[in-house]
């Protein structure tokens, strides 16, 4: 199957509602990003139905098209460590293409007969893309892998597990297709802005893939003490990226949950059936049931809603920062946030001497104005910093550390070149590298979607 990503919407969007960023103008202005609950519904929760295109602007009357093939977005982690001496880790390059790094791993697990907690590895990269990433195996096999979707070569061995401090950033090579000669001309001149102004450092949508269509966050509703909602929404909420099989599970669980021997009965052999088989003998241990989700999704679930957090914190942070000529909003999965531009000197220093904690009470709460909107960000969940811990998981936290609010592309080449997929387009080859955790399409949407 084919992703085309169109960054405009259609009046077709494939989530059930549409949501925006509403600036703060008090200490409870910022709310999430996500519908709540009929009865907990808050004025600053916007949810409008555009009868007309929501981010097409005149120039852009056909937006363009990114990943039309996976050869259209490549990507290539930069390891900053040397393989060359003795290790019980050994170390490989996993190379793929139309397939996720979860299901790689997976793959490679059932082939070995290993353990999934013997390899390490430090990000999820993209499924309709061409990716290379690095991994280390506990005591791995001393030979590769050639499957239909991806290839893993050993390179060496380590001391150590491969981690995130054993990298620096991230390849990528990206093909911007189905454009006119005016939108080219448009993307081209905001080159020289990613130099100076750089861009908002948001986690983009593939972060929150675990969200479905109701908006609301997995982890949230863990946070607040609702076992059952958390995974009832991990396990039957419908995404739009569900495939046949996983929405006919789905939807078996939505109208039989809670009789758990009707809903086995009708399940088929996989990891669902294996909890609802749990609840039939525990019909109400939710937390137990949740606890039994792989790992790798409860990481997911709770990092995703740290990053959701993170990105309001951001956008609260440019709202005060900047003055209203200086954003253009540009949507995203969660909503509708704001992308600066044409700064002044001391607004980049300002921004970038201060990196905005990533929200958990690992850490501490900034004082300041910055303080002041996470604790903002907080109270829309009706929650505090102190809350910011993952109960009752002991192999699930939220993580440790900070992150920049502007990311700078380095090694940015670009060039026009004729789109051989659209007969009489135009499409943009770029290359360029990025930090770790920064993520190219927000980039795109910078010098497309945020384009002056």
């Known amino acids: 199957m084919t992703h085309v990503w169109e960054f405009a919407t259609d009046g077709r969007s494939r989530r059930s509602k549409y949501l925006r960023f509403v600036a703060p103008q008090s200490r409870a202005a910022l709310s999430p990003l996500q519908?709540?609950?009929?009865?907990?519904?808050?004025?600053?929760?916007?949810?409008?139905?555009?009868?007309?295109?929501?981010?097409?602007?005149?120039?852009?009357?056909?937006?363009?098209?990114?990943?039309?093939?996976?050869?259209?977005?490549?990507?290539?982690?930069?390891?900053?460590?040397?393989?060359?001496?003795?290790?019980?880790?050994?170390?490989?390059?996993?190379?793929?293409?139309?397939?996720?790094?979860?299901?790689?791993?997976?793959?490679?697990?059932?082939r070995w007969n290993l353990a999934g907690r013997r390899v390490s590895y430090v990000g999820l990269k993209d499924r309709h893309a061409v990716t290379t990433q690095y991994l280390t195996i506990a005591d791995g096999p001393a030979h590769s892998i050639a499957a239909p979707n991806f290839e893993l070569v050993i390179v060496g061995r380590l001391a150590h597990p491969y981690g995130p401090q054993h990298f620096r950033g991230n390849r990528f090579q990206l093909i911007l297709r189905d454009m006119s000669d005016d939108q080219v001309h448009r993307a081209m001149a905001q080159?020289?802005?990613?130099?100076?102004?750089?861009?908002?450092?948001?986690?983009?949508?593939?972060?929150?893939?675990?969200?479905?269509y109701s908006g609301q966050f997995i982890a949230h509703a863990w946070l607040k003490g609702d076992h059952e909602r958390a995974l009832k929404l991990a396990l039957a909420e419908a995404n739009p990226f569900d495939r046949s099989g996983i929405k006919a599970q789905k939807?078996?669980?939505?109208?039989?949950?809670?009789?758990?021997?009707?809903?086995?009965?009708?399940?088929?052999?996989?990891?669902?059936?294996?909890?609802?088989?749990?609840?039939?003998?525990?019909?109400?241990?939710?937390?137990?049931?949740?606890?039994?989700?792989?790992?790798e999704f409860r990481t997911l679930y709770?990092?995703?809603?740290?990053?959701?957090?993170?990105?309001?914190?951001?956008?609260?942070?440019?709202?005060?920062?900047?003055?209203?000529?200086?954003?253009?909003?540009?949507?995203?999965?969660?909503?509708?946030?704001?992308?600066?531009?044409?700064?002044?000197?001391?607004?980049?220093?300002?921004?970038?001497?201060?990196?905005?904690?990533?929200?958990?009470?690992?850490?501490?709460?900034?004082?300041?104005?910055?303080?002041?909107?996470?604790?903002?960000?907080?109270?829309?969940f009706e929650l505090e910093w102190s809350n910011l811990r993952v109960r009752h998981l002991k192999d699930v936290f939220f993580s440790k550390g900070s992150r920049a609010c502007l990311a700078f592309p380095e090694n940015l080449e670009c060039e026009t070149i004729?789109?051989?997929?659209?007969?009489?387009?135009?499409?943009?080859?770029?290359s360029f590298e990025l930090s770790k955790g920064s993520y190219a399409t927000i980039m795109v949407k910078r010098i497309t979607d945020a384009a002056d």
């Open 35 to 110: 519908p709540a609950r009929p009865t907990e519904q808050r004025a600053s929760i916007q949810r409008t139905k555009p009868p007309l295109p929501k981010l097409v602007r005149p120039h852009l009357v056909q937006p363009m098209k990114l990943k039309c093939q996976p050869e259209d977005f490549r990507v290539e982690e930069l390891p900053l460590v040397s393989p060359k001496g003795p290790g019980r880790y050994t170390f490989y390059r996993l190379t793929k293409r139309g397939v996720g790094t979860i299901e790689a791993v997976e793959a490679i697990c059932r």
């Open 251 to 295: 939807a078996i669980l939505r109208e039989y949950w809670g009789r758990w021997s009707e809903a086995k009965a009708r399940l088929e052999r996989s990891s669902s059936r294996s909890i609802v088989t749990y609840l039939v003998d525990h019909p109400t241990d939710y937390r137990g049931a949740f606890a039994r989700l792989k790992r």
């Open 302 to 380: 709770f990092s995703a809603f740290q990053s959701h957090l993170w990105n309001l914190i951001l956008a609260g942070w440019i709202e005060r920062s900047t003055s209203r000529d200086q954003r253009v909003s540009i949507e995203l999965k969660a909503g509708t946030f704001p992308f600066p531009r044409r700064l002044a000197r001391e607004q980049i220093e300002m921004l970038n001497e201060c990196p905005i904690p990533l929200p958990s009470c690992r850490s501490p709460l900034p004082a300041g104005t910055l303080g002041v909107v996470i604790q903002e960000v907080l109270a829309g």
């Open 418 to 430: 004729d789109d051989e997929l659209h007969p009489v387009r135009r499409a943009m080859r770029l």
């Open 191 to 212: 080159i020289p802005a990613l130099s100076s102004n750089g861009m908002p450092n948001y986690f983009d949508d593939q972060r929150f893939g675990s969200v479905g």
